[in-house]
Antibody, heavy 117, light 105 residues
Framework: EVQLQESGPGLVKPSQSLSLTCSVT????????WGWIRKFPGNKMEWMGY???????SYNPSLKSRISITRDTSKNQFFLQLNSVTTEDTATYYC???????????WGQGVMVTVSS | IQLTQSPSLLSASVGDRVTLSCKGS??????LAWYQQKLGEAPKLLIY???SLQTGIPSRFSGSGSGTDYTLTISSLQPEDVATYFC????????FGGGTKLELK
């Protein structure tokens, strides 16, 4: 079974970078697509971007200048980096398998990240 | 495409037939999914392509709709269905609805 697990710091200071890891078991990230989604306080959810089986990426235009998604195929992990964070980036961040760039069929538990000084 | 879910909060009794609505600002062409999220858990895919039931999901869940209007129906509400439900479209970009919180009356 496909399982995903996010990890990373729960507190980031404003203007710094947020870096998260998604560890995948039960499936190779060199197949399919893999994405990041975040859920803000108040329940609004936002599609952030994805990385493909080949390593190509696509990002939400609203984040394009600040976001980077990369991977380490040897560890079967992919990563999210969000630069120049503000308090508005406070959210729970989820990684998920992205079924042929349509819907997300397997999700991690999520990691809550607070941006605060 | 923006998605509007209604109601935002729904109270129902065990055994009730429950209907949740999701309305798009444009035609979604049936590229709509529904997710269930229980407190502290990962979202779970229930329905994709409007009415296809994800493997392992109980048959009391069903989806329908077309154009801009879509519905998730729970035929007989069970206590374990208490959760927040999100719709999600992948016809034009990828966006989520604001969610419907389902609680027991």
């Amino acid at each position: 079974e496909v399982q995903l697990q996010e990890s990373g710091p729960g507190l980031v200071k404003p203007s710094q970078s947020l870096s998260l890891t998604c560890s995948v078991t039960g499936y190779s990230i060199t197949s399919h697509y893999w994405g990041w989604i975040r859920k803000f306080p108040g329940n609004k959810m936002e599609w952030m971007g994805y990385i493909s089986y080949s390593g190509s990426t696509s990002y939400n235009p609203s984040l394009k200048s600040r976001i980077s998604i990369t991977r380490d195929t040897s560890k079967n992990q992919f990563f999210l980096q969000l630069n120049s964070v503000t308090t508005e980036d406070t959210a729970t961040y989820y990684c998920a398998r992205y079924y042929y760039i349509t819907y997300f069929d397997y999700w991690g538990q999520g990691v809550m990240v607070t941006v605060s000084s | 495409i923006q998605l509007t879910q209604s109601p935002s909060l729904l109270s129902a009794s065990v055994g009730d037939r429950v209907t949740l609505s999701c309305k798009g600002s444009q035609n979604i062409n049936n590229y709509l999914a529904w997710y269930q999220q229980k407190l502290g858990e990962a979202p779970k895919l229930l329905i994709y392509n409007t009415n296809s039931l994800q493997t392992g999901i109980p048959s009391r869940f069903s989806g329908s709709g077309s154009g801009t209007d879509y519905t998730l129906t729970i035929s007989s509400l069970q206590p374990e269905d208490v959760a927040t439900y999100f719709c999600y479209q992948y016809n034009n970009g990828w966006t989520f609805g604001g969610g419907t919180k389902l609680e027991l009356k």
